[in-house]
């Protein structure tokens, strides 16, 4: 914990840590200390780790990255971060991420970007270590901690895992607990470990994860040991290879990694199968209806009453303004961009056509999944981003669906539910990390992890 604290100190210009807490992570640590030599130390004891700023952390701001948010810390714990303290973690403090988990880059945040630690050989231009959850990425690549969790709305683990070289893992939707995290859009969001190793993901996930009242879509299910199913036997498995996520345009890069990823699990006796998932190239569009709905109805409750910052008000103001005036300081662009197409969408001319539209589509991505699962398939390959790292300022000013691109092979997941993991798999020949996708069975997070401890 001291050599994290110390790490974080000189790396601001990493801009990974937002809020820092030594007094809390050497408090917590002496504690871990004592459990230690007590006998009693469970798993994560005395592990240092960031937190997302999207976490509720009691007494400790809580922003989301936003000026909405400015001066709010609050009365309660996340039940995940509280299942962490229980199981003897540390925190280091909050990490930056995009406004809300709403973009690709962290260049959403209202604190700035974080930056990613790695660079293009011979280049010192700075990259990002991708987005929303990309101030974990940093610290954790960054060795800043030794894990960090993040969320995944429809890719917000898996692409920044990618981008820096670090294990991300997307829970199947109802694993862990969403109680205390700032939502997004709640039938997406899943909260997951961002880690150094596929082992680590297995342990931080056994502490995150498990029902929970709080949270009426938390699943009341048994935890499988996930560590003890890390055997990297995964002879006889059945792994898909979807011919739709070879798209057009593909950088010869991304083509090479998944080939070599194949053969990976080839050799250690899978047997690899082509299969269809027909309805892939609509999950996109989908998405970018459905999340941006669910939002903007979630952030109806930034309203300059409950929560953070509230403008500064004209003689003659009424509550009206009170509302505009807030709401139109403490949103980014991004922000204003998702809740103008939510409400467009589910406004009462529009919701068929668009929001209903997106759930049909949505049931039809999720029948894919099934029908693939019913004929004896494992799990599903696919590369984790359709490139490594983009420099920052890049794509700041490009048309936003090019941004939005970078989810096109993490979203089907979201919107299906599904547990995902982005294992780094490689270099490219500008020595940047590149991260392949394993999808795996609902509920089967135990054997996803194996297969990607075979391909780690
Ligand atoms: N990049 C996607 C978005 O902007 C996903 C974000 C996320 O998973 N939180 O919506």
């Given at each position: ?7 974080i ?10 809020h ?6 050497l408090e917590q640590?002496?504690a871990?200390?004592?459990r230690?030599?007590?006998g009693d130390?469970?798993a994560?004891?005395g592990?240092?780790l960031?937190?997302k ?5 009691k007494?400790?701001a ?14 309660y714990?996340?039940t ?11 925190m280091l403090g909050?990490l930056n ?6 973009g690709s880059s962290?260049e959403?945040?209202a604190?700035g ?10 280049d ?5 270590p ?7 990425a940093?610290?954790v ?5 030794l894990a960090?969790?993040?969320t995944?709305t429809g890719?917000?683990?898996?692409q920044p895992?990618a981008f820096t070289?670090?294990?991300g ?5 109802g694993?862990c607990?969403r109680?205390g995290v700032v939502?997004f859009?709640?039938s ?7 880690t150094?190793?596929?082992r680590?993901a297995?342990i931080m996930?056994?502490s995150?994860?498990?029902h ?5 879509t938390?699943?009341?299910?048994p935890?499988?040991?996930f560590?003890a199913?890390?055997?990297g036997?995964?002879?006889?498995k059945k792994?898909?290879?979807p011919?739709?996520?070879?798209m057009?345009g593909?950088p010869e ?5 998944w ?10 006796g899978?047997e690899?199968v ?7 190239k609509y999950?996109l ?6 999340a941006?709905?669910e ?14 910052h509230?403008?500064k008000?004209?003689?003659g103001?009424g509550i009206?303004?009170m509302?505009q ?5 403490g949103?980014?662009?991004e922000?204003k961009?998702?809740v103008?197409?939510?409400?467009y969408?589910?406004?009462a001319?529009?919701?068929d056509?668009?929001y209903?539209r997106?759930?049909r589509v ?5 029948k894919?999944?099934?029908d693939?699962?019913?004929a004896?398939?494992?799990s599903?390959?696919?590369?984790a981003?359709?490139?490594a790292?983009?420099?920052?300022g890049e794509?700041?000013?490009a048309?936003?669906v090019?941004?939005y691109?970078n989810?096109?092979?993490t979203?089907?997941v979201?919107l ?5 993991i ?6 490219n020949a500008?020595?940047l990390p590149?991260g392949l996708?394993l ?6 997070e135990d054997e996803l992890?194996?297969?990607a401890y075979?391909?780690?």
């Amino acid at each position: 914990t001291e050599a994290c604290v110390s790490a974080i100190e000189g790396a601001d210009a990493l801009g990974a840590f937002v809020h820092k807490t030594p007094e809390i992570a050497l408090e917590q640590a002496k504690a871990a200390d004592a459990r230690i030599k007590s006998g009693d130390a469970p798993a994560m004891c005395g592990i240092p780790l960031g937190i997302k700023d999207l976490f509720c952390t009691k007494g400790v701001a809580s922003q989301a990255a936003s000026n909405i948010l400015e001066g709010f810390k609050p009365e309660y714990e996340s039940t995940i971060t509280q299942n962490l303290w229980d199981a003897g973690a540390v925190m280091l403090g909050k990490l930056n991420m995009d406004e809300f988990a709403m973009g690709s880059s962290n260049e959403t945040s209202a604190y700035g970007n974080a930056v990613n630690p790695w660079k293009r050989a011979g280049d010192d231009a700075e990259l990002t270590p991708g987005g929303s959850s990309g101030g974990s990425a940093s610290a954790v690549a960054g060795d800043l901690c030794l894990a960090a969790t993040g969320t995944d709305t429809g890719g917000s683990i898996r692409q920044p895992a990618a981008f820096t070289g670090i294990t991300g893992l997307k829970p199947t939707y109802g694993r862990c607990s969403r109680w205390g995290v700032v939502a997004f859009a709640s039938s997406l969001d899943q909260a997951g470990p961002m880690t150094k190793t596929v082992r680590d993901a297995a342990i931080m996930l056994q502490s995150m994860a498990g029902h929970d009242a709080k949270d009426s879509t938390s699943a009341d299910l048994p935890l499988p040991d996930f560590e003890a199913a890390l055997t990297g036997d995964i002879r006889g498995k059945k792994i898909g290879i979807p011919k739709e996520y070879r798209m057009d345009g593909m950088p010869e890069e991304i083509e090479k990694l998944w080939q070599e990823g194949t053969e990976m699990l080839r050799s250690a006796g899978a047997e690899i199968v082509d299969i269809s998932l027909p309805h892939t190239k609509y999950a996109l569009p989908a998405y970018y209806v459905i999340a941006p709905a669910e939002a903007s109805s979630n952030l109806a409750r930034y309203d300059g009453v409950r929560y953070g910052h509230r403008a500064k008000l004209a003689e003659g103001d009424g509550i009206e303004q009170m509302y505009q005036k807030t709401r139109a300081e403490g949103f980014g662009h991004e922000v204003k961009r998702r809740v103008m197409i939510g409400t467009y969408v589910l406004s009462a001319g529009f919701y068929d056509a668009y929001y209903n539209r997106a759930r049909r589509v949505r049931a039809l991505i999720k029948k894919d999944f099934d029908d693939v699962f019913a004929a004896g398939v494992d799990s599903i390959l696919t590369p984790a981003t359709p490139s490594a790292a983009f420099g920052l300022g890049e794509m700041a000013d490009a048309d936003p669906v090019q941004m939005y691109l970078n989810d096109v092979f993490t979203v089907t997941v979201n919107l299906a539910g599904l547990p995902g993991i982005a294992v780094p798999t490689g270099v490219n020949a500008h020595g940047l990390p590149l991260g392949l996708q394993l999808i795996g069975r609902p509920w089967q997070e135990d054997e996803l992890l194996n297969a990607a401890y075979a391909l780690e």
